[in-house]
């Protein structure tokens, strides 16, 4: 089954997306008390479409002193494991420094790559969303993985592009 790729830098909303889109699977999921642990691999249906989904912020451990460092290690993931990899981006912040280094990264993607422009809870922060056409990719979708909002139009060019 083709497999998608989420990455991005912390808190962007990487696991926030990962749980909208798998959600009619997460009550079968890790119900031990006491532990928080993100769920890193899911599936997904979509319009009769199916894809295997991975959070790849959660498969290299935080440590803060080497932080560019797993950010680079998860792109370098994706680039090996990919069909299609989605970029995400947070439209509160903007493009940050390690954005634009993620981006450089990208480029040498052979599969599409797709902006979330993530965060986009209304219509003022959709249009914010704009400048992220800036980070050079051929496709990017503001969306909210709070309130769905966008995410409908975001799966059809996923299915479109496995
Ligand atoms: P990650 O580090 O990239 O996995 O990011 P998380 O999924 O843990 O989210 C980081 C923070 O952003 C959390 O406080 C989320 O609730 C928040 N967040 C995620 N998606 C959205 C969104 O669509 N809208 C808003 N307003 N906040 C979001
Ligand atoms: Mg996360």
């Known amino acids: 089954m083709a497999l998608v790729a989420i990455v991005g830098r912390p808190n962007v909303g990487k696991s926030t997306l990962f749980n909208r889109l798998t959600e009619e ?17 899911g599936t997904v249906e979509w319009t009769g479409r199916t894809f295997d989904l991975v959070d790849t912020g959660g498969l290299v451990p ?6 560019d460092a797993a950010i680079r290690e998860q792109v370098m993931l994706t ?6 990899i989605l970029f995400v981006v947070d439209t509160l912040t903007g493009i940050s420094d390690l954005d634009a280094e993620v981006a450089g990264l990208l480029r040498r993607a052979k599969q599409p790559v797709i902006v979330v422009a993530n965060k986009a809870d209304n ?13 050079g ?6 969306l909210s993985a709070v309130n769905g909002t966008g995410t409908g139009d975001f799966l059809d060019a996923v299915v479109a592009a496995l």
């Open 25 to 41: 699977r997460r009550a079968i999921v890790d119900d031990q008390p006491g532990v928080t642990r993100d769920r890193l691999f």
């Open 62 to 67: 935080r440590s803060a002193e080497r932080f």
């Open 79 to 84: 680039l090996e494991e990919a069909d299609v």
């Open 123 to 135: 219509t003022a922060r959709a249009l914010d969303a704009s400048e992220f056409w800036g980070l």
């Open 137 to 142: 990719f051929e496709q990017m979708f503001p």
